[in-house]
């Protein structure tokens, strides 16, 4: 671990005491690959973005669509509404492209992929390698021996490095594969849907994204099919100074379900990286989608240096009767952090639900929420968001819950609440409510509390430290968002939640 | 066991000494109550003995096992054995009974470096512990205290406290807010729970309690300081002729 070398040993000093403080509240993810990076020049211009479309061997319809995107985004002003402070960000001084030198010839297979790319997932926890034997067992029924599989692909930069158990996913029908990929095999699929949740015009961000996208994944789940496993995709960022902007297409068929995962992780470094990513999910007649997120991108130092900026757009579109969609987030990394995962719900019968929990420490500054737009008869949403601010951070909830005219009969629960770990950090809400008709309903609920010193001493009295009764306090006030996750991201969720506020107490 | 001598303490924030002076010794295995009219400094011993913010101890000591108690942390005095029952158990949602019970129970050991519990050979013990204690598994899965009945609250003070197995417990006006058949039941797990190395401090307004907690000794206690002490005949003469012709006496 670098970070023992950071310390101030006092002699004598047991080693493994030091490591073990030296790991302690630190962030876990926080070295880098060395590894030979292939550049586009910094900066952005037509001629980047055209670099970018040719690396990825694209066709020409999909340069055009990028070179329009990037054409709007150079008369966009950057949005300031949020509640968040951050140094202006100068877009000229960024890559927008690298990826690993071993990857300029696409490898066939996980086997042709560089080891030091394997290891470093391995390292994060991603049993690629395992998998990757497993899914090269022509035809057999391939199931590790803890009997759960998660088929996952994964993006280090701005290339996707691998996806896993692609041939039985196939054999389901189901594709899941990069989306650079996607616009090469599935141009049908991707050109009736790409844009057509989160249009090029969206937004500053979005539309940042979709001229310089690098890669991301691709999901298409066929009518009737039930995806035979979780999917997942993992993204790191780890070359300095690029960011990283990925694209993610999900396509739900009629009566189908898919559960996606998504985690995020970046080195340590002490000056600010962008990220900006964009997914779409087209949801159809009596299908439904789980999309559950575990950010955990370099929060900055405790000084308030350096980390990810964090501008992503997430949006479902429910667009038939009865399409179900729930988001469940897990933020807790980032510096800055803007994000929406919304929901349209257009079909009739259509359901959202948003779960989210928000967590910050030192100087991250998050502001995040949902949008609900009722549009079909009869639609539910649900938002349930738990903000937790500790240090000098500041947590705003900022939330959309919108019933038009025809979406009669709809409703809406909303629940934000905010839990403040000391005294110098702030936790805000921002509802915005708009109904249209007379025979929908909107509840919303709000509430703030401290942690509570009784319960803090009621848990020490009972044998635990101030960290872990803080720990046990926060994971209570959570539970509800902690339990609409899938099992293991639940455990990994919880751990996070623990390390993240380590050292915020006291 | 446990030894206090010349306590004295006030509130953090303000200019108001409590404690004036509290002296006493608990030996193992005994059982002694502390009795005494409303704010005479009862719970505000229980609450300095275990370490609660907002008091500061101006001068006097206390010891548990010779250990100096008031230089440690709250968590370090629960890992060295001292226990309290409150009188108002805190609620905190979302956490499960048995969750909290093993995160405590496992920080103690690891304090005391002994071996932490499995999940099964913890479930194994409070299984047994809760069914001495007539606590069903219901009550086990629900977040703590929360929603609990008076009594139930209590109760699940006690059974914390066979699960952890203290050397010196505090109880502090557990009787309070309790109908009889509740402070029956909780009685009777105290009483259980008597053992020639625990030693239990009862900090009770009434004597009914010690109806069913037969005490040792008594100690009254009045402004800050213990006044007269004696057998369990003292907290009859307390319920027959109340603190004011008692402190009279001592005055």
């Known amino acids: 671990m670098n970070d023992i070398t950071d310390l101030e040993v006092r002699e004598g000093v047991d080693r493994e005491t030091v490591e073990t403080v030296a790991n302690m509240g630190s962030y876990k993810y926080g070295w880098d690959t060395e590894i030979?990076?292939?550049?586009?020049?910094?900066?952005?211009?037509?001629?980047?973005?055209?670099?970018?479309?040719?690396?990825?061997?694209?066709?020409?319809?999909?340069?055009?669509?990028?070179?329009?995107?990037?054409?709007?985004?150079?008369?966009?002003?950057?949005?300031?509404?949020?509640?968040?402070?951050?140094?202006?960000?100068?877009?000229?001084?960024?890559?927008?492209?690298?990826?690993?030198?071993?990857?300029?010839?696409?490898?066939?297979?996980?086997d042709e992929v560089d080891p030091k790319l394997l290891a470093t997932y391995e390292k994060l926890g991603i049993p690629l390698k395992e998998q990757m034997i497993l899914a090269g067992v022509e035809g057999a029924d391939a199931a590790p021996a803890d009997g759960r599989k998660v088929a996952v692909d994964a993006v280090f930069d701005s290339v996707s490095v691998g996806t896993t158990f692609k041939?039985?996913?196939?054999?389901?029908?189901?594709?899941?594969?990069?989306?650079?990929?996607?616009?090469?095999?599935?141009?049908?699929?991707?050109?009736?849907?790409?844009?057509?949740?989160?249009?090029?015009?969206?937004?500053?961000?979005?539309?940042?994204?979709?001229?310089?996208?690098?890669?991301?994944s691709f999901v298409y789940i066929p009518p009737g099919v039930t995806c035979p496993m979780e999917?997942?995709?993992?993204?790191?960022?780890?070359?300095?100074?690029?960011?990283?902007?990925?694209?993610?297409?999900?396509?739900?068929?009629?009566?189908?379900?898919?559960?996606?995962?998504?985690?995020?992780?970046?080195?340590?470094?002490?000056?600010?990286?962008?990220?900006?990513?964009?997914?779409?999910?087209?949801?159809?007649?009596?299908?439904?989608?789980?999309?559950?997120?575990?950010?955990?991108?370099?929060?900055?130092?405790?000084?308030?240096?350096?980390?990810?900026?964090?501008?992503?757009t997430k949006r479902a579109d429910c667009r038939e009767a009865?399409?179900?969609?729930?988001?469940?987030?897990?933020?807790?990394?980032?510096?800055?952090?803007?994000?929406?995962?919304?929901?349209?719900?257009?079909?009739?019968?259509?359901?959202?639900?948003?779960?989210?929990?928000?967590?910050?420490?030192?100087?991250?500054?998050?502001?995040?929420?949902?949008?609900?737009?009722?549009?079909?008869?009869?639609?539910?949403?649900?938002?349930?968001?738990?903000g937790i601010s500790a240090?000098?951070?500041?947590?705003?909830?900022?939330?959309?819950?919108?019933?038009?005219?025809?979406?009669?009969?709809?409703?809406?629960?909303?629940?934000?609440?905010?839990?403040?770990?000391?005294?110098?950090?702030?936790?805000?809400?921002?509802?915005?409510?708009?109904?249209?008709?007379?025979?929908?309903?909107?509840?919303?609920?709000?509430?703030?509390?401290?942690?509570?010193?009784?319960?803090?001493?009621?848990?020490?009295?009972?044998?635990?430290?101030?960290?872990?009764?803080?720990?046990?306090?926060?994971?209570?006030?959570?539970?509800?968002?902690?339990?609409?996750?899938?099992?293991?991201?639940?455990?990994?969720?919880?751990s996070l939640v623990a390390i993240s506020l380590e050292g915020s107490v006291g | 066991m446990l030894k206090i001598n010349n306590l004295h303490a006030k509130l953090e924030d303000e200019d108001k000494q409590i404690l004036k002076g509290v002296s006493l010794e608990v030996p193992?295995?005994?059982?002694?109550?502390?009795?005494?009219?409303?704010?005479?400094?009862?719970?505000?011993?229980?609450?300095?003995?275990?370490?609660?913010?907002?008091?500061?101890?101006?001068?006097?000591?206390?010891?548990?096992?010779?250990?100096?108690?008031?230089?440690?942390?709250?968590?370090?005095?629960?890992?060295?054995?001292?226990?309290?029952?409150?009188?108002?158990?805190?609620?905190?949602?979302?956490?499960?009974?048995?969750t909290f019970l093993r995160t405590a129970l496992n920080a103690q050991r690891k304090r005391r470096g002994e071996e932490e519990l499995s999940a099964a050979e913890f479930l194994k013990l409070i299984r047994e512990k809760g069914k001495a204690l007539n606590i069903d598994a219901d009550m086990l899965k629900r977040p703590v205290n929360v929603g609990f009945s008076g009594g139930e609250k209590k109760r699940n003070e006690i059974l914390q406290m066979a699960v952890l197995e203290p050397k010196m417990c505090i109880l502090d006006e557990t009787d309070s807010g309790l109908d009889v058949d509740a402070m029956r039941l909780v009685a009777d797990g105290v009483n259980a729970l008597r053992a020639p190395d625990r030693a239990f401090l009862v900090i009770t307004h009434y004597q009914r309690l010690l109806d069913h907690i037969r005490p040792d000794v008594v100690h009254i206690m009045s402004d800050g300081k213990i006044v007269k002490t004696g057998g369990p005949e003292l907290a009859l003469e307390v319920e027959q002729n109340g603190y004011a012709d008692l402190l009279s006496e001592v005055a």
């Not at chain 2, 505000?44 to 206390?62: K, N, P």
């Open chain 1, 36 to 110: 030979e990076m292939e550049y586009a020049p910094k900066g952005l211009s037509e001629d980047i973005v055209r670099l970018i479309s040719e690396k990825n061997g694209e066709p020409e319809w999909m340069t055009d669509w990028r070179l329009k995107a990037y054409r709007r985004w150079v008369t966009m002003q950057e949005p300031s509404w949020a509640m968040l402070n951050y140094p202006e960000i100068d877009f000229q001084d960024q890559y927008y492209y690298a990826r690993p030198k071993s990857m300029e010839a696409k490898p066939k297979s996980l």
């Open chain 1, 167 to 216: 041939d039985e996913l196939a054999k389901a029908g189901v594709i899941f594969c990069s989306i650079s990929e996607a616009i090469r095999e599935h141009p049908e699929l991707v050109q009736k849907y790409l844009g057509s949740v989160v249009p090029p015009t969206d937004n500053f961000y979005a539309t940042l994204n979709s001229a310089v996208f690098s890669d991301g």
């Open chain 1, 231 to 312: 999917l997942s995709t993992y993204f790191r960022i780890n070359a300095e100074n690029t960011g990283q902007f990925e694209r993610t297409l999900i396509i739900a068929d009629k009566g189908s379900y898919v559960s996606y995962l998504e985690g995020c992780t970046a080195p340590k470094r002490d000056t600010a990286q962008l990220h900006a990513a964009v997914v779409e999910i087209v949801v159809l007649e009596d299908a439904e989608v789980k999309y559950s997120t575990v950010q955990n991108w370099f929060p900055g130092d405790e000084d308030g240096n350096g980390g990810i900026y964090n501008f992503v």
């Open chain 1, 322 to 386: 009865r399409a179900k969609v729930m988001w469940t987030q897990v933020e807790t990394g980032s510096a800055i952090t803007w994000k929406y995962p919304s929901c349209v719900l257009r079909g009739d019968d259509s359901q959202g639900e948003f779960y989210s929990i928000a967590i910050t420490n030192n100087h991250q500054q998050a502001d995040t929420g949902t949008k609900m737009i009722h549009l079909g008869k009869n639609t539910r949403s649900r938002i349930v968001s738990k």
């Open chain 1, 391 to 494: 240090g000098k951070a500041q947590n705003t909830y900022r939330g959309l819950v919108s019933m038009h005219p025809k979406a009669t009969n709809s409703r809406n629960y909303t629940q934000c609440d905010s839990l403040l770990i000391g005294d110098k950090c702030g936790a805000h809400t921002v509802p915005y409510i708009e109904v249209k008709n007379a025979s929908s309903r909107v509840e919303h609920e709000a509430t703030t509390s401290k942690v509570d010193d009784d319960q803090l001493f009621y848990c020490r009295q009972r044998g635990m430290d101030e960290e872990e009764a803080v720990a046990v306090i926060v994971n209570g006030f959570a539970k509800e968002v902690l339990q609409a996750l899938p099992m293991e991201f639940a455990m990994e969720a919880q």
């Open chain 2, 28 to 98: 193992a295995g005994e059982v002694h109550a502390i009795m005494g009219p409303n704010g005479s400094g009862k719970s505000t011993t229980s609450y300095v003995l275990s370490g609660r913010d907002g008091y500061e101890v101006t001068d006097g000591s206390a010891t548990l096992y010779g250990e100096d108690l008031l230089e440690m942390e709250p968590e370090e005095r629960a890992a060295a054995g001292l226990f309290l029952a409150f009188q108002y158990p805190v609620e905190i949602p979302g956490v499960g009974n048995m």
